[in-house]
Every structure is written in C-alpha cells, then in structure tokens.
Nanobody, 127 residues
Framework: QVQLVESGGGLVQAGGSLRLSCAASGRAFSSYAMGWFRQAPGKEREFVAA????????NYADSVKGRFTIARDNAKNTVYLQMNSLKPEDTAVYYC????????????????????WGQGTQVTVSS
C-alpha cells in the first residue's frame, strides 16, 4: 500500500507560479514512477506529468510543456510539480499518483497505470 498526500495548491493570478508537493509513505518510494493528473469541474481527469522511478525519464502533456516541471526527491519520498506561467485553464484539482508496477521501463500517462492516488489539492488561477 502507498499513501499519498498533496500540498501546495492555492489561488494565484495568471502568470504566477505554484509548487505542488506529494509526500508518499508505504511501499519503497524509489521503486515506482509517479504522476500528476488534474481534473477540472465537469471534465475527465487528465494527465499532466510523470517521472520514472529513477527520475531520469519524464513526460508532459502538451498543454503544460515548457511551463511545468516534475521532479522527485527519493530521499524525502516526495514528488514535486513546479508550475510557472499559470493560465486560468490550469484551474483544477491536482492529484498525484503512484504507478502500480515497480521499475517500469516506460512512463505511463494514463490513469489506468496508477493504482494509488492522493486526495487532491485545488489550484485556482484567476485572470
């Protein structure tokens, strides 16, 4: 089992920045990939970014490339999402997730690849 707790959400003006954190406990953190997803009201949960178990491989949704950066600190059992140049369309509840498979070679970008989810943190970007 893996427990995930997100933090760092809030209200920010367009063009601003936020850093989300996700603290993990339970299974060995350094053995599995981590992902960030988001869900806006009335929309399906969508992929934002993911990072491999080693941290050497990352993947981003086209909508956030060049603005968001995912990183992990395996010593702290934490994954981060640095969000810059925020836009109103980034407004959503952001969830971190842990891959169900350890030491997966490729980074998964679909919700089906993740078995463990945090409770979410709200990000609101005002125009």
């Amino acid at each position: 089992q893996v427990q995930l707790v997100e933090s760092g959400g809030g209200l920010v003006q367009a063009g601003g920045s936020l850093r989300l954190s996700c603290a993990a406990s339970g299974r060995a953190f350094s053995s599995y990939a981590m992902g960030w997803f988001r869900q806006a009201p009335g929309k399906e949960r969508e992929f934002v970014a993911a990072i491999s178990w080693s941290g050497r491989s990352t993947n981003y949704a086209d909508s956030v490339k060049g603005r968001f950066t995912i990183a992990r600190d395996n010593a702290k059992n934490t994954v981060y999402l640095q969000m810059n140049s925020l836009k109103p369309e980034d407004t959503a509840v952001y969830y971190c997730a842990a891959d169900r498979v350890t030491y997966r070679v490729v980074v998964v970008t679909t919700t089906r690849g993740y078995d463990y989810w945090g409770q979410g943190t709200q990000v609101t970007v005002s125009s």
